[in-house]
């Protein structure tokens, strides 16, 4: 059967399973959808797959307010009950906040994409918390400036690649919660993990990232 709609499923992913992976997220959303009863599109061929794209991977431990799928339907649906629907069989900490139709021969909102915001929480840096690195605001606004004075970047992904950074850093600053508010281009920035941006700029040791909340905001569109 042909697909004669296309949505977008736009949720957040928040508390416990910000440690599900990305595949088991897939298939946590694919037993969601089936047993909401939304009539989803499969391809053809020996071994069908449900007919969706994802927003990029997000890093394991990584909250998000801004992920989305987009999904082929061989049926039109109603949007307001199928988002209720959907929630109602979702795990705690994956909610859905929005669903909209698209035009079904468009391009995947992938291609779209040409920046992503971060926002890490530092607060654990300034003697409330019990690791060995302190820092005031200042002294991390300070290192800030200094990280973008920088021409070149040169930090290694898990891959083992090295990469420069600098010019996927379109912005970096700290607001007056803690956070320090990180904005990448999404030509290399989906490929580059902030927590290696974040370990380097404030010079601590992996160990002490381990409960700093790092969340993705939102995505920029062109």
Same mark, same amino acid.
């Given at each position: 059967?042909?697909?004669?709609?296309?949505? /977008?499923?736009?949720?957040?992913?928040?508390?416990?399973?910000?440690?599900?992976?990305?595949?088991? =997220?897939?298939?946590?959303?694919?037993?969601? =959808?089936?047993?909401?009863?939304?009539?989803?599109?499969?391809?053809?061929?020996?071994?069908?797959?449900?007919?969706?794209?994802?927003?990029?991977?997000?890093? =394991?431990?990584?909250?998000?307010?801004?992920?989305?799928?987009?999904?082929?339907?061989?049926?039109?649906?109603?949007?307001?009950?199928?988002?209720?629907?959907?929630?109602?069989?979702?795990?705690?900490?994956?909610?859905?906040?929005?669903?909209?139709?698209?035009?079904?021969?468009?391009?995947?909102?992938?291609?779209?994409?040409?920046?992503?915001?971060?926002?890490?929480?530092?607060?654990?840096?300034?003697?409330?918390?019990?690791?060995?690195?302190?820092?005031?605001?200042?002294?991390?606004?300070?290192?800030?400036?200094?990280?973008?004075?920088?021409?070149?970047?040169?930090?290694?992904?898990?891959?083992?690649?090295?990469?420069?950074?600098?010019? &996927?850093?379109?912005?970096?600053?700290?607001?007056?919660?803690?956070?320090?508010? =990180?904005?990448?281009?999404?030509?290399?920035?989906?490929?580059?993990?902030? /927590?290696?941006?974040?370990?380097?700029?404030?010079?601590?040791?992996?160990?002490? &990232?381990?409960?700093?909340?790092?969340?993705?905001?939102?995505? &920029?569109?062109?």
């Amino acid at each position: 059967m042909n697909s004669i709609q296309k949505v /977008r499923i736009e949720y957040s992913k928040k508390g416990p399973v910000r440690y599900i992976g990305h595949l088991d =997220l897939m298939h946590t959303l694919f037993r969601a =959808l089936k047993r909401a009863n939304l009539p989803v599109s499969y391809t053809q061929g020996f071994n069908p797959r449900i007919k969706c794209s994802f927003s990029p991977a997000l890093p =394991l431990g990584f909250a998000s307010e801004s992920e989305y799928m987009e999904l082929y339907l061989d049926k039109k649906i109603d949007i307001s009950s199928s988002v209720d629907n959907l929630q109602k069989e979702l795990p705690e900490g994956l909610t859905v906040h929005n669903m909209e139709k698209l035009s079904l021969f468009g391009k995947s909102s992938n291609v779209k994409i040409k920046a992503v915001a971060y926002r890490i929480n530092l607060e654990q840096f300034s003697g409330k918390s019990a690791v060995s690195t302190r820092a005031s605001k200042e002294d991390i606004e300070r290192k800030i400036r200094n990280f973008l004075d920088k021409e070149e970047i040169f930090l290694t992904n898990k891959k083992g690649r090295t990469v420069n950074v600098r010019p &996927l850093i379109l912005s970096m600053e700290m607001d007056s919660d803690w956070n320090l508010r =990180l904005l990448l281009e999404a030509r290399g920035g989906f490929n580059f993990n902030p /927590r290696i941006i974040v370990k380097t700029l404030l010079g601590v040791e992996k160990k002490e &990232l381990a409960f700093v909340e790092f969340t993705r905001e939102k995505f &920029l569109f062109w």
